[in-house]
Each structure stands twice: as C-alpha cells, then as structure tokens.
C-alpha cells in the first residue's frame, strides 16, 4: 500500500480499518456493510466486487462525508 499511500494521502491504518469494516459481513452488500459508518454509496454490489482503486474513491468519499 506504500504506493497508494503516497499517491492518494491516505492513512494506512485508518484504511485499513475502513476495510475491515467493508468486508466484515460475506453476503451484504458494501452498503449494508457502512451502515455501521452512518457512510451510504451508491451501488448494490458486494465488497469483493470493487477493485483497490474504487476502494481508495469510497474511503476518500466517506473521509469526506465525515468533515
């Protein structure tokens, strides 16, 4: 992630723990998943239906739905 860390300025652990949060339920979708986060995106799709980029976009998008 040292890369995408660099490229997007994110904090490695609080994506990882956005991650965990994405992933913590198999059979919801990501955003069953967020409801825990009070964060909603648009989409029906289950987490491991979305690439690292697109990841990167959520977690950028919830970072600034919190401000």
């Known amino acids: 992630l040292s890369y995408n860390e660099k490229k997007y300025n994110i904090n490695e652990k609080d994506y990882f723990r956005f991650l965990k949060e994405c992933f913590k339920y198999k059979r919801k979708t990501l955003n ?36």
């Open 32 to 67: 069953n998943n967020l409801k825990n986060l009070n964060f909603k995106i648009e989409s029906n799709k289950r987490a491991e239906d979305f690439s690292e980029e697109e990841f990167i976009e959520i977690y950028q998008q919830y970072l600034h739905s919190k401000k």
